[in-house]
């Protein structure tokens, strides 16, 4: 069998620790894996990160070249802290022009890109439309869905445009829970007029702007399907359907992979194993107790780079310490959050956060 058809392609999977486990690496020389994503727990020095991206990348056959994710959204949820940019959450930027946002999401990129990631899994495109909501809050740009919709296109041109991958979540709106799905399955009452004049403007305007991937919500539209949460259900991802979309869509499972939702091959140097399979994709944290979410997959991989590098759209290496943006890109931007603002243990969760 071709690297590129096995099933385990069809995962993403995490690691405790700073160094590839032997049977990971197996697993990656075999083709046996698609992607990787990183936490806070596999971060070490900017030299280290770089080296561990690279040595994953090396793994994979020239069939089956594998992506490398991390969350970096910004605010709470960020992988890479200092000496990186320590960046300011979603909010702080939908007060702003969309000019600071596609600044901001250029600069992120750069410094994702300069440490060898192919998919950053950002930005938030819920509309914060529950105060309440214990998960969302702050990472969303506003608590309007135009203004989601006009800053999550800039995000996502602008990441996209330096050649990293961008994911638009949670799909189709966790804005308004007062749950967290990490713990208990929210449910929402709402009905299609309802959803597509709150919740579903931004997923088009993510979708338009041409973005990578696409993650679901694990919370429940009873009024669409009463007995499925929209991991799972036909009936809420056909919510965005659309027959030009050059996206990636996910139906989250911990333990099998649902009918494909990319509608045609993407034309922004998305990963050739991701576009020949057009498949959802899976996502594993970790060990056995330790199973997460179901993640999209299917942005700019190594080769993607290259492309996007000999067009000249990607930049090389950062300057200064630790593969930090350029303190010009930041000082355009809104000041990072102070000490205390990330609440405790924060940095620790699945890619739904």
């Given at each position: 069998m071709s690297a590129q058809w096995h099933p385990g392609q069809l995962l993403f999977v995490g690691f405790p620790g700073r160094t590839i486990p032997p049977d990971l690496a197996a697993c990656i020389r075999e083709g046996r894996v698609g992607g990787v994503i990183l936490f806070k727990r596999n971060v070490g020095e900017p030299s280290e990160v770089r080296e561990l991206v690279r040595e994953l990348h090396a793994l994979a056959p020239a069939d089956a070249p594998l992506t490398v994710?991390?969350?970096?959204?910004?605010?709470?949820?960020?992988?890479?802290?200092?000496?990186?940019?320590?960046?300011?959450?979603?909010?702080a930027l939908g007060s702003r022009s969309v000019a600071d946002t596609a600044r901001f999401a250029a600069a992120m990129a750069l410094e994702l890109l300069d440490c060898g990631f192919d998919l950053d899994f950002a930005p938030v495109v819920d509309v914060d439309s529950n105060p309440d909501n214990p998960v969302i809050g702050d990472r969303s740009f506003a608590r309007d869905a135009a203004r989601v919709s006009a800053h999550a296109?800039?995000?996502?041109?602008?990441?996209?445009?330096?050649?990293?991958?961008?994911?638009?979540?949670?799909f189709p709106g966790h804005g308004d829970t007062d749950l967290d799905s990490h713990l208990a399955l929210p449910r929402l009452d709402h009905g299609r007029e309802r959803l597509d004049r709150v919740e579903l403007p931004p997923f088009r305007a993510a979708v338009e702007a041409g973005v990578a991937s696409v993650m679901t919500a694990h919370v429940l539209y009873p009024r669409l399907d009463p007995k499925r949460p929209a991991t799972l259900s036909p009936e809420v991802m056909g919510c965005c359907a659309t027959s030009s979309a050059t996206t990636a869509w996910c139906s989250p499972t911990t333990s099998r992979c649902g009918p494909s939702r990319i509608t045609s091959p993407s034309r922004r140097a998305a990963s050739g194993a991701a576009r020949r399979r057009r498949r959802d994709l899976g996502l594993l944290r970790g060990g056995p107790a330790?199973?997460?979410?179901?993640?999209?997959?299917?942005?700019?991989?190594?080769?993607?780079?290259?492309?996007?590098?000999?067009?000249?759209?990607?930049?090389?290496?950062?300057?200064?310490?630790?593969?930090?943006?350029?303190?010009?890109?930041?000082?355009?931007?809104?000041?990072p959050p102070g000490p205390g603002r990330v609440p405790a243990g924060a940095g620790e969760r699945g890619p739904g956060d």
């Amino acid at each position: 069998m071709s690297a590129q058809w096995h099933p385990g392609q069809l995962l993403f999977v995490g690691f405790p620790g700073r160094t590839i486990p032997p049977d990971l690496a197996a697993c990656i020389r075999e083709g046996r894996v698609g992607g990787v994503i990183l936490f806070k727990r596999n971060v070490g020095e900017p030299s280290e990160v770089r080296e561990l991206v690279r040595e994953l990348h090396a793994l994979a056959p020239a069939d089956a070249p594998l992506t490398v994710a991390v969350d970096q959204e910004g605010g709470r949820v960020q992988r890479l802290r200092d000496p990186w940019t320590e960046w300011p959450p979603m909010r702080a930027l939908g007060s702003r022009s969309v000019a600071d946002t596609a600044r901001f999401a250029a600069a992120m990129a750069l410094e994702l890109l300069d440490c060898g990631f192919d998919l950053d899994f950002a930005p938030v495109v819920d509309v914060d439309s529950n105060p309440d909501n214990p998960v969302i809050g702050d990472r969303s740009f506003a608590r309007d869905a135009a203004r989601v919709s006009a800053h999550a296109t800039a995000f996502i041109q602008a990441m996209q445009g330096k050649g990293l991958a961008a994911c638009a979540k949670h799909f189709p709106g966790h804005g308004d829970t007062d749950l967290d799905s990490h713990l208990a399955l929210p449910r929402l009452d709402h009905g299609r007029e309802r959803l597509d004049r709150v919740e579903l403007p931004p997923f088009r305007a993510a979708v338009e702007a041409g973005v990578a991937s696409v993650m679901t919500a694990h919370v429940l539209y009873p009024r669409l399907d009463p007995k499925r949460p929209a991991t799972l259900s036909p009936e809420v991802m056909g919510c965005c359907a659309t027959s030009s979309a050059t996206t990636a869509w996910c139906s989250p499972t911990t333990s099998r992979c649902g009918p494909s939702r990319i509608t045609s091959p993407s034309r922004r140097a998305a990963s050739g194993a991701a576009r020949r399979r057009r498949r959802d994709l899976g996502l594993l944290r970790g060990g056995p107790a330790r199973r997460g979410d179901r993640q999209a997959r299917g942005g700019p991989g190594r080769a993607g780079r290259g492309r996007a590098a000999s067009r000249g759209r990607v930049q090389g290496p950062l300057s200064g310490s630790g593969g930090r943006a350029p303190e010009r890109a930041r000082a355009a931007l809104c000041e990072p959050p102070g000490p205390g603002r990330v609440p405790a243990g924060a940095g620790e969760r699945g890619p739904g956060d």
